[in-house]
């Protein structure tokens, strides 16, 4: 089946460093991929859309300029963290949208990110 | 109120026992649903995918969707150990990359061996 590949799967970082975190689809090309954060016991929280060669769209509440979203191919999809402060640790997901499925079927194993 | 229910559990269940997992919304519009399978510190994996009402079974599982009710259920047959996770109800109102899918908060589900 269809994989998509997220690294790193944990991170820790110190307070007002970047951090990268990549998304990869494996065997299918990804013309759309979505970025999720999930706090503790809570529902995956849609961060923003990403669409190849096009910028992000992001949720409302969601500040584009500390989450760079870059979707330069048809199977990478980065999320960069700036500046990170300890409010921003969490377990970020990625997904993948296969174009021959009607959801967003493929999830990346996650990124646990901790910020000190 | 949140457009998608969840009760979170935990639940908790003996190997063999028939689990069943459930979710309202509020929002008619919902056309597609999903269950998601979540280990812990994982991304979740797509169980079961269903278009409009209905039931469709895939082995030991089985998802009803009622949408009169606006209401959605997983069925686990014969649980084992290894279908401890937290499960999670997902749903969109249309098929195109721009509908939201928006999830429940997920149900902890562990299965005493």
């Known amino acids: 089946g269809a994989v998509v590949s997220q690294h790193p799967s944990w991170v820790i970082c110190k307070s007002g460093t970047s951090v990268k975190i990549e998304c990869r689809s494996l065997d299918f090309q990804a013309t759309t991929m979505f970025w999720y954060r999930q706090f503790p016991k809570q529902s995956l929280m849609l961060m923003a859309t990403s669409n190849e060669g096009s910028k992000a769209t992001y949720e409302q509440g969601v500040e584009k300029d500390k989450f760079l979203i870059n979707h330069a191919s048809l199977t990478l999809s980065t999320l960069t963290v700036t500046s990170a402060h300890p409010e921003d640790s969490s377990f970020y997901i990625c997904s993948a949208r296969d174009s021959n499925m009607n959801t967003e079927a493929f999830f990346g194993q996650g990124t646990r990110l901790t910020v000190v | 109120q949140k457009e998608v229910e969840q009760d979170p559990g935990p639940l908790s269940v003996p190997e063999g026992a028939i689990v069943s997992l459930n979710c309202t919304y509020s929002?008619?519009?919902?056309?597609?649903f999903m269950w998601y399978r979540q280990y812990s510190r994982k991304g979740p994996e797509l169980l079961m995918y269903t278009y409009s009402s209905g039931n469709k079974e895939d082995g030991r599982f089985t998802a009803q969707v009622d949408k009169s009710s606006k209401y959605i259920s997983l069925f686990i047959r014969d649980s084992q150990p290894s279908d401890s996770a937290t499960y999670l109800c997902a749903m969109k109102s249309g098929g195109g990359a721009t509908n939201k899918l928006i999830f429940g908060t997920g149900t902890l589900l562990a299965v005493q061996p």
């Open positions: 929002n008619s519009a919902f056309q597609y």
